[in-house]
C-alpha cells in the first residue's frame, strides 16, 4: 500500500525529493553511499533534493525507488 502523502504528489520534483529523503532517513545510507548505491554523482541525489537535475534515466529511477523502499511504477 502506497501512503496517501504519496499518492498526493503530482510532479516528479515531489516525488524524487521524497523518495530521497526516504531512503536518507530510513534506508540508513548518507549521500555518497546513495549516490553509489543508485550509480550516480555525489552531487546528483543533492540536486533531487533542490529540483534540479531532474533529467534521472530510467535506471537511476528504479534504483532510486529500490534503496528508498518504494515500488518503481510509483
Same mark, same amino acid.
Do not use: C
Given at each position: 500500500?502506497?501512503?496517501s502523502?504519496?499518492?498526493a ?5 515531489s ?8 531512503? !536518507?532517513e530510513?534506508? *540508513?545510507?548518507k549521500?555518497?553511499? @546513495? +549516490?553509489?548505491?543508485? %550509480? ?7 540536486n ?5 537535475d !531532474?533529467?534521472?534515466? *530510467?535506471?537511476?529511477?528504479?534504483? @532510486? +525507488?529500490a534503496?528508498? %523502499? ?5
Open positions: 500500500m502506497v501512503p502523502k504519496v499518492v504528489m503530482k510532479n516528479l520534483e516525488r524524487v525529493s521524497y523518495a530521497v529523503n526516504l531512503a !536518507l530510513k534506508g *540508513g545510507y549521500v555518497p553511499g @546513495l +549516490a553509489a548505491a543508485i %550509480g550516480v554523482t555525489r552531487q546528483s541525489p543533492y533531487w533534493l533542490n529540483g534540479k !531532474l533529467n534521472l534515466s *530510467g535506471e537511476n529511477l528504479v534504483e @532510486l +525507488a534503496v528508498s %523502499g518504494l515500488n518503481p511504477r510509483w
